[in-house]
């Protein structure tokens, strides 16, 4: 069965500085991946997704992603982090079947951002 | 473009009645996904319906159930509530074709007491 872990549940981080969120997933075949961003009240936004092809991805709001197959990882960057990033952030990876069986989510990283 | 909304936004029920929540897909949208976020968690897989019909569920037992209506809106059902099943509940839309491009709703926070 597929499963992601993020084993950061809260990351502080100031304003300015640079941000990592971590994600390892456990998956049999070729993984399709995800970040989505969650603020209080809201739904989830995606921020970047990868299926294939360049193990960079570049995503909304100046956000980043790397596929690692070799450490199964897909961590999201950021350069410069901005108080309005705070949020709850949710790796997830799908199957390749096109998208019947859902995504598996992790259980997300906190972020807090220091003025 | 609409989004996908959701209704109502909060809900409280007691343990043992039933519940049903609505979601109205984003314009152009075949394909709806419903998960439950429990508190402090990832949300989880409930279904998902194209075209009407149920074509993927997740492990969740036959209480949950759900339907998908020509103009591709929905309803997730639960029926014999537990207090387990308090959580946000969301809904979830794509195109044809668009593998994994969701489009998420607010979300329906359930309470049950």
């Known amino acids: 069965a597929q499963s992601v872990t993020q084993p950061d549940i809260h990351i502080t981080v100031s304003e300015g500085a640079s941000l990592e969120l971590r994600c390892n997933y456990s998956y049999g075949a070729t993984p399709y991946l995800f970040w989505y961003v969650q603020s209080p009240g809201q739904g989830l936004q995606l921020l970047l997704k990868?299926?294939?092809?360049?193990?960079l991805v570049q995503g909304i709001k100046g956000f980043e992603a790397e596929f690692k197959r070799s450490q199964s990882s897909f961590n999201l960057r950021k350069p410069s982090v901005h108080w309005s990033d705070a949020a709850e952030y949710f790796c997830a990876v799908g199957s390749s079947g096109g998208g019947a069986d859902g995504l598996t989510f992790g259980k997300g990283t906190h972020l807090i951002i220091q003025p | 473009e609409t989004g996908v909304t959701q209704s109502p936004t909060h809900l409280i029920k007691t343990r043992g009645q039933q519940v049903t929540l609505r979601c109205s897909s984003q314009s152009g949208h075949n394909t709806v996904s419903w998960y439950q976020q429990a508190l402090g968690q990832g949300p989880q897989f409930i279904f998902q319906y194209y075209r009407e019909e149920e074509n993927g569920r997740g492990n969740f037992p036959p209480r949950f159930s759900g339907l998908q209506f020509p103009n591709y809106s929905s309803e997730l059902n639960v029926n014999a509530l537990e207090l387990d099943d308090s959580a946000l509940y969301l809904c979830a839309s794509r195109p044809a074709g668009a593998n994994y491009g969701y489009t998420f709703g607010s979300g329906t926070r359930l309470t049950v007491v």
């Open positions: 990868y299926f294939s092809g360049d193990t």
